[in-house]
């Protein structure tokens, strides 16, 4: 099974912080999170790996109070 | 209702009224769709049966509207397929909408050399009122309209069942209960057994509304469509230019008000425009769960259909599921009744159809989360797939306004034997031990599908194009001793040459070959209900007689 990589793998991790930032300028609250949604589900059809996603979800809901069902996977 | 006449059934003085009667057999409680299902199957079986209802007509309103291939293949083993589908609508092209935008489409996309079709549409007082006439094809067969069921006391042996009358009551002994009296099932509420689940906090308003129009002939369904904001509409063609309308209206929306017709006319205007020439047949305001009883057998009582478990209506997975359970039910009684089987045979009943009960539920559940999300992060991401579908394919597919029914492939059934012969096709859509029997078009003595052939009793289905499969042993076997076995099994040859005892068929397009991954030789086992219970790559009697032991908790 494929493992979630978390070591450095974005080439120009600040230019990748500053667009991410960026995209969400001048956004509402609201707006923001319907692009952040947007974005995971790109992001999580490119993977398409379900035990990788599943390993993101879990690390993503580390150290929350509610896990959900993110950590069974 | 402009279209339909609710016939009225007149209620008869039942005898036990006068003097006390025989113990029955079987007691069926629910004159709804599936307990007329499970009428029907015993009356084919020479069972005799009372089937008890506290109404004196067919379903109120349209109902369950959308009966499924496998549903339809029951019901032609039950007699009643054909005028299901004569007077239903077919249909195969389901389309989403998100405001005014197309953002996703499917096609069921029918595989021609089937019998029955994915999906008709029909309202449920056309379907009960078949089944209620099959039902009087039976002597044996007892329907007693305004019989309403006010006590059921299980014993070890039998159950009595207290039945008021117009003219009073009278008690009813039985060696077993099957109550289909729907999802408020008295007799569930009355042995005090629980079920569990979650309701779902949203109304929706349905209307049925004649219609004479061109629209075409699709599952039509919007997200937030510009005629009601913010909410979900479902259009759905019916038989006889009636159309059914679905909106949702919110948690906090007000029932009694909802239902008035000066409320539901505006919301219909809004759909179709002024000019649309319209007539409300029935209007009503319901709320969904999805439940389950942990257990459909208790004792002598069974339960069937949504007095069992229920789900939301995105799907169709209701009235469907509920003739499956009485397919998977009927046989197993009869061998019990008969004392061909052990009553350990009717748990594997509560095993095969909790187990498909769990599928449609989670199926309902996901479908009702995307239609009512329960939080607003849920909503968001909801909003987010649908902004997506428009332009991405991926997108498309996590798109739910309802997964519609599939059956059930009862893979690990404890009455499956498993393959020995390692060669099978085994992917999704195979027949694989538990999966319902795939139909072809056959020639042969009793008609030109391959369904009519199998099922009601074991069926062992061969095939060979060249030696006939029963004829390949170095002894010659009498296949035809198995249909004089105390669990009599038919036997259907596809192609070869003629064997004493098989009933031979001609595989006239080569799919049954296909669909069955067959080659000469290639035998495989039939339930009563349709399903396959083993394969094998070479006959031998004792394994056909070890696998009938097995699927029967004979062994």
Same mark, same amino acid.
């Given at each position: 099974m494929a493992t979630l990589n978390t070591e450095p793998n974005l080439p120009a991790p600040d230019d990748f912080y500053e667009r991410l930032i960026a995209m969400h300028r001048g956004l509402s609250d609201d707006e923001s999170a319907l692009v952040n949604a947007k974005l995971v589900l790109l992001l999580a059809n490119h993977i398409g790996d379900a035990g990788v996603l599943a390993q993101a979800m879990a690390a993503a809901c580390n150290g929350m109070d509610a896990t959900g069902d993110a950590g069974a996977g | 209702m402009k279209t339909y006449t609710n016939p009225v059934f007149s209620y008869v003085r039942p005898a036990e009224l006068d003097a006390p009667g025989a113990r029955r057999p079987v007691v069926v409680v629910g004159a709804g769709p599936v307990g007329l299902a499970a009428a029907i199957d015993l009356g084919q079986r020479g069972i005799p049966t009372v089937v008890l209802d506290d109404d004196q007509t067919v379903s109120v309103g349209s109902r369950a509207i959308c009966y499924a291939k496998r549903a339809l293949e029951i019901l032609d083993r039950l007699g009643c397929g054909q005028q299901v589908v004569d007077k239903g609508i077919g249909w195969n092209v389901g389309k989403v909408f998100c405001r005014d935008e197309l953002v996703y489409r499917f096609d069921l996309l029918p595989e021609p050399g089937h019998r029955r079709p994915a999906f008709v549409n029909l309202q449920q007082y056309w379907f009960e009122e078949y089944l209620v006439n099959r039902v009087r094809e039976f002597d044996d067969v007892d329907l007693r309209w305004e019989n309403k069921v006010v006590g059921v006391v299980p014993h070890a042996d039998r159950v009595d069942v207290r039945v008021a009358t117009p003219e009073g009551e009278y008690t009813l002994a039985c060696d077993w209960l099957i109550a289909a009296d729907g999802s408020r099932s008295p007799v569930r509420q009355m042995l005090g057994l629980e079920w569990e689940g979650q309701m779902f906090r949203d109304r929706f308003l349905i209307a049925d509304i004649h219609m004479k129009t061109d629209f075409p002939t699709e599952r039509w369904f919007w997200f937030d469509p510009p005629f009601h904001p913010n909410q979900s509409a479902l259009l759905h063609r019916q038989a006889d230019d009636v159309w059914r309308v679905d909106f949702q209206? *919110?948690?906090?929306?007000?029932p009694d008000e909802e239902r008035k017709p000066e409320r539901i006319l505006p919301r219909l205007r809004a759909m179709l425009g002024d000019k649309a020439d319209f007539e409300i047949e029935w209007a009503s305001v319901y709320t969904f769960q999805c439940r389950r009883m942990q257990r459909f057998r208790h004792g002598r009582v069974i339960f069937a259909g949504d007095a069992a478990h229920v789900v939301s209506p995105f799907g169709a997975r209701g009235a469907n599921s509920g003739i499956q359970d009485t397919d998977n039910l009927i046989w197993k009684l009869d061998l019990v009744l008969k004392g061909r089987a052990p009553d350990q045979l009717l748990d594997t009943y509560d095993v095969e159809r909790t187990r498909a009960a769990d599928e449609n539920i989670l199926n309902s559940t996901r479908s009702t989360d995307f239609i009512t999300p329960k939080s607003r992060v849920s909503r968001t991401f909801r909003d987010a797939v649908l902004s997506l579908a428009k332009k991405h394919a991926f997108a498309r597919r996590l798109v739910n306004s309802g997964r519609l029914s599939v059956p059930a492939i009862l893979v690990d059934s404890p009455l499956n034997t498993p393959d020995r012969d390692p060669d099978f096709a085994c992917g999704s *859509?195979?027949?694989?031990? *538990?999966a319902p029997a795939a139909d072809a078009p056959v020639a042969g003595p009793a008609g030109d599908w391959l369904l009519g052939y199998l099922g009601g009793d074991f069926t062992l289905l061969g095939f060979d194009a060249a030696v006939g499969p029963f004829g390949v042993a170095v002894e010659p076997v009498d296949v035809a001793s198995l249909a004089r076995d105390r669990i009599p099994c038919k036997v259907v040859q596809v192609g070869g040459n003629p064997t004493a005892g098989a009933t031979m068929i001609r595989d006239v397009q080569g799919l049954a070959v296909r669909r069955y991954d067959a080659r000469p030789g290639t035998v495989y086992l039939l339930r009563p209900d349709q399903h396959v219970c083993a394969r094998w790559r070479a006959f031998d009697l004792p394994s056909v007689r070890a696998a009938i032991a097995r699927a029967t908790c004979n062994h």
């Amino acid at each position: 099974m494929a493992t979630l990589n978390t070591e450095p793998n974005l080439p120009a991790p600040d230019d990748f912080y500053e667009r991410l930032i960026a995209m969400h300028r001048g956004l509402s609250d609201d707006e923001s999170a319907l692009v952040n949604a947007k974005l995971v589900l790109l992001l999580a059809n490119h993977i398409g790996d379900a035990g990788v996603l599943a390993q993101a979800m879990a690390a993503a809901c580390n150290g929350m109070d509610a896990t959900g069902d993110a950590g069974a996977g | 209702m402009k279209t339909y006449t609710n016939p009225v059934f007149s209620y008869v003085r039942p005898a036990e009224l006068d003097a006390p009667g025989a113990r029955r057999p079987v007691v069926v409680v629910g004159a709804g769709p599936v307990g007329l299902a499970a009428a029907i199957d015993l009356g084919q079986r020479g069972i005799p049966t009372v089937v008890l209802d506290d109404d004196q007509t067919v379903s109120v309103g349209s109902r369950a509207i959308c009966y499924a291939k496998r549903a339809l293949e029951i019901l032609d083993r039950l007699g009643c397929g054909q005028q299901v589908v004569d007077k239903g609508i077919g249909w195969n092209v389901g389309k989403v909408f998100c405001r005014d935008e197309l953002v996703y489409r499917f096609d069921l996309l029918p595989e021609p050399g089937h019998r029955r079709p994915a999906f008709v549409n029909l309202q449920q007082y056309w379907f009960e009122e078949y089944l209620v006439n099959r039902v009087r094809e039976f002597d044996d067969v007892d329907l007693r309209w305004e019989n309403k069921v006010v006590g059921v006391v299980p014993h070890a042996d039998r159950v009595d069942v207290r039945v008021a009358t117009p003219e009073g009551e009278y008690t009813l002994a039985c060696d077993w209960l099957i109550a289909a009296d729907g999802s408020r099932s008295p007799v569930r509420q009355m042995l005090g057994l629980e079920w569990e689940g979650q309701m779902f906090r949203d109304r929706f308003l349905i209307a049925d509304i004649h219609m004479k129009t061109d629209f075409p002939t699709e599952r039509w369904f919007w997200f937030d469509p510009p005629f009601h904001p913010n909410q979900s509409a479902l259009l759905h063609r019916q038989a006889d230019d009636v159309w059914r309308v679905d909106f949702q209206l *919110g948690w906090d929306a007000n029932p009694d008000e909802e239902r008035k017709p000066e409320r539901i006319l505006p919301r219909l205007r809004a759909m179709l425009g002024d000019k649309a020439d319209f007539e409300i047949e029935w209007a009503s305001v319901y709320t969904f769960q999805c439940r389950r009883m942990q257990r459909f057998r208790h004792g002598r009582v069974i339960f069937a259909g949504d007095a069992a478990h229920v789900v939301s209506p995105f799907g169709a997975r209701g009235a469907n599921s509920g003739i499956q359970d009485t397919d998977n039910l009927i046989w197993k009684l009869d061998l019990v009744l008969k004392g061909r089987a052990p009553d350990q045979l009717l748990d594997t009943y509560d095993v095969e159809r909790t187990r498909a009960a769990d599928e449609n539920i989670l199926n309902s559940t996901r479908s009702t989360d995307f239609i009512t999300p329960k939080s607003r992060v849920s909503r968001t991401f909801r909003d987010a797939v649908l902004s997506l579908a428009k332009k991405h394919a991926f997108a498309r597919r996590l798109v739910n306004s309802g997964r519609l029914s599939v059956p059930a492939i009862l893979v690990d059934s404890p009455l499956n034997t498993p393959d020995r012969d390692p060669d099978f096709a085994c992917g999704s *859509g195979t027949m694989i031990p *538990g999966a319902p029997a795939a139909d072809a078009p056959v020639a042969g003595p009793a008609g030109d599908w391959l369904l009519g052939y199998l099922g009601g009793d074991f069926t062992l289905l061969g095939f060979d194009a060249a030696v006939g499969p029963f004829g390949v042993a170095v002894e010659p076997v009498d296949v035809a001793s198995l249909a004089r076995d105390r669990i009599p099994c038919k036997v259907v040859q596809v192609g070869g040459n003629p064997t004493a005892g098989a009933t031979m068929i001609r595989d006239v397009q080569g799919l049954a070959v296909r669909r069955y991954d067959a080659r000469p030789g290639t035998v495989y086992l039939l339930r009563p209900d349709q399903h396959v219970c083993a394969r094998w790559r070479a006959f031998d009697l004792p394994s056909v007689r070890a696998a009938i032991a097995r699927a029967t908790c004979n062994h």
